[in-house]
Every structure is written in C-alpha cells, then in structure tokens.
C-alpha cells in the first residue's frame, strides 16, 4: 500500500459531522468519494438490514458479518480499483466501524472482529484515519434534529462505549489516526482536518 495514493478514512460518532467533511475533503483533493456500509450495489442491499429499525432480533454475530461482507464488495469493487488507478480513496467510515459498533459497542471480542474484517478486506485498511471527536452535548443536540435509524437508535450505554472505543484505537495508532475536534462550523473543521494532514504529509 505505501506506493498507492492515500485511503483516508473519516470516523466517529453518530451525528460527527464526517459525511460532511468526507465530501468536502474529496473534492478538495480530487478523491474518490464512497461510503461504507452501503458503497456498493450489494451493499447498499446489505445497509437495509443493517439500518433497519423493524429489526429488532440481529444478533450481534450476524451483524458483524453483514457489515463485513458489505465492506469486502466495497473493497474489491471501489477501493482497490481507484487505488490501482492512481486516484486517492475518501471513506464515510471503514472498518474501524466495525471494531467500534460490534467490537466495543454490541461486546464482541475485538479482535476477532479485527481477524474476520482482515481476512475480508484482503488487508486492505485504511492509511489514514480522520477521527472527529465531538463533545456529547453536541451530539445529542443533532441527533435530536434525526429520525434514527436501527443504531442511532440503539441507546447511550452502547453510543458511550462506541465513542470509547473509537478514542482507544486513535490512542493506540497515533501514526494512522488524526483526532480533530468536531466542533464550530463547517468550515473550521475543514480546515483543521487539511492542516492536521498536510502535517503529518497525509496528502
């Protein structure tokens, strides 16, 4: 991966701000824009069970599978040919997604959920992870503007421990997540996020 153009991911909690600034970022640098889940045809099938708030009874297993074959469609369809074909990759979320919402978040073991996403991604990750941190109150005011869907929906305990383990990773991987606090307007944030990449020579 280190002779391809970057694979920058955008993560955090429900309601960040990141569709926004993914979208802002691709068309700064001339990105290719995508989305997981949903990023592909099949996956935009899979993302209906996924945010389906009629289910009520996926267990935390079957989910985690789900997700991860949505992302290795996305990986084999949309990221490794734009890759190949020289133009970087902007993603709304990856899979630290997945070790964030089934890992930390449902209480399966991360690792296993790390093991079962590396095998489907052909070790494909991301090379740069954008975290937006953003402050509760903040959160719980947008989400309250939403109708929530199945995981927007699922409770504070589990939101508490996705954030959480969303700060757990970017602590233990300084050298691939940037943490930019999601906070003031649009525009701020943008720029803290194409500052903080240009330093660490991201882009």
Avoid at 160 to 175: H, K, N, Q, S, Y
């Amino acid at each position: 991966m280190s002779d391809r153009p970057p694979y920058i991911a955008f993560e955090g909690a429900e309601g960040c701000g990141k569709s926004t600034q993914a979208a802002r970022l691709a068309a700064a640098i001339d990105a290719v824009l995508t989305r997981e889940t949903g990023g592909t045809d099949i996956g935009a099938r899979l993302r209906s069970l996924l945010h389906d708030t009629s289910i009520d009874n996926l267990h935390p297993r079957a989910e985690a599978l789900i997700a991860a074959a949505d992302r290795a469609q996305h990986i084999a369809e949309v990221v490794v040919p734009a890759l190949d074909a020289g133009r970087p990759v902007v993603s709304d979320r990856s899979v630290y997604s997945s070790l964030a919402y089934q890992g930390y978040g449902r209480e399966l073991d991360v690792e296993e959920i790390r093991h079962l996403n590396e095998w489907g991604t052909g070790g494909v990750w991301p090379s740069v992870v954008v975290f937006l941190d953003t402050p509760d109150d903040v959160i719980a005011e947008r989400m309250s503007r939403r109708d929530l869907d199945r995981f927007e929906a699922a409770g504070d305990e589990f939101h508490a421990r996705v954030l959480a383990g969303f700060r757990t990773m970017a602590a233990a991987d300084p050298g691939r997540w940037i943490t930019v606090q999601a906070v003031g307007s649009v525009e701020r944030v943008a720029d803290d996020i194409r500052r903080a990449l240009d330093e660490t020579g991201a882009l």
